[in-house]
């Protein structure tokens, strides 16, 4: 959730600033002008905002509809930020270890065939966490282009955008809520 709150602050000082206007947010995010406006007006705090919409919000910040936006927005950063989730998630399956060896290794071969076995996993395990970083793989997910989500082999780019996003999820102590196991050095802080 920390992670939220600190794109909307970035998005409030953006409409603050006047770089971006309150009816293309609202546009593109889905969220009202009312709710728009008491945000660069200070009156609503983003602390105090629902999940729902801090979700929103968020999405939009690290989406190309916000020019702003300083992610360099490339399919290997995407899938580097998608096996960082995906390590999170199968870590709750596997008593504290996300992704093999092997996995990662097919993963910068062929990341959507292991995305898909991946993802199988989850969804058999039927993890009660699945479903709440849901909204997360989504918005990684939704930013490809058809024609990028393929099994073309990764550049090594792909590991910074990992390493960056399994940083900025391993801040957001709201994801420790809801695993159990994320590796073995932070066992007791998820638990």
Not at 103 to 128: C, D, G, I, W
Request: proline share 3%; net charge positive; no cysteine.
């Amino acid at each position: 959730m920390t992670v939220k709150i600190d794109r909307v602050k970035e998005l409030r000082k953006l409409l603050q600033e006047n770089k971006l206007k309150v009816s293309y947010v609202s546009e593109k995010s889905g969220v009202n002008h009312t709710t728009l406006g008491n945000l660069k007006n200070d009156k609503v705090s983003p602390e105090k905002m629902s999940e729902g919409m801090l979700t929103r919000l968020s999405n939009f910040v690290i989406s190309p509809d916000n020019p702003y936006n300083n992610n360099q927005n490339t399919r290997d950063d995407y899938f580097g930020q998608l096996l960082a989730v995906l390590e999170l998630l199968l870590a709750n399956t596997r008593s504290g270890y996300g992704i093999t060896q092997s996995e990662l290794k097919a993963y910068s071969k062929r990341p959507t065939s292991t995305f898909q076995k991946m993802h199988e996993t989850l969804v058999s395990a039927n993890l009660h966490t699945y479903l709440e970083l849901q909204d997360e793989v989504t918005s990684i997910v939704s930013k490809f282009d058809t024609e990028d989500f393929t099994d073309k082999p990764l550049e090594p780019s792909y590991l910074l955008a990992y390493y960056k996003k399994r940083a900025e999820l391993k801040a957001d102590k709201q994801y420790f809520k809801y695993i159990k196991h994320y590796d073995k050095t932070n066992k007791k802080e998820g638990e």
